[in-house]
């Protein structure tokens, strides 16, 4: 079993800069690829950005490509979402997730992929 806590949503106008953060507890993190998804109000949960066991993969929603960087310190048992050049489309709760395999695949943007998630975090972005 692996527990999820995300923390670092908050308010941000249009163009800024935040960092999500997810840090797990229970079983060892370094055996997991892990994900970002986000929810709009009204929307499916949809795919941000998913990570190999050793950070050494990563892969992105069209979406957030060339703005949104994922990142985990496995010794710290923490994964990132460094999220620029935010939009007011970037606004939802952000949930981080875990897969019990290593490494990332092209079904790694599908939610069903993986199982254990956070509670989330929200983010705003004003225009």
């Known amino acids: 079993q692996v527990q999820l806590v995300e923390s670092g949503g908050g308010l941000v106008q249009a163009g800024g800069s935040l960092r999500l953060s997810c840090t797990a507890s229970?079983?060892?993190?370094?055996?997991?690829?892990m994900g970002w998804f986000r929810q709009a109000p009204g929307k499916e949960r949809e795919f941000v950005a998913a990570?190999?066991?050793?950070?050494?993969?990563?892969f992105y929603a069209d979406s957030v490509k060339g703005r949104f960087t994922i990142s985990r310190d496995n010794a710290k048992a923490t994964m990132y979402l460094q999220m620029n050049s935010l939009k007011p489309e970037d606004t939802a709760d952000y949930y981080c997730?875990?897969?019990?395999?290593?490494?990332?695949?092209?079904?790694?943007?599908?939610?069903?992929?993986?199982?254990?998630w956070g509670q989330g975090t929200q983010v705003t972005v004003s225009s």
């Open positions: 990570i190999n066991w050793s950070g050494g993969r990563t």
């Open positions: 997730a875990a897969a019990n395999q290593l490494d990332i695949y092209s079904h790694s943007s599908d939610r069903y992929h993986y199982d254990y």
């Open positions: 229970g079983r060892s993190f370094s055996s997991h690829a």
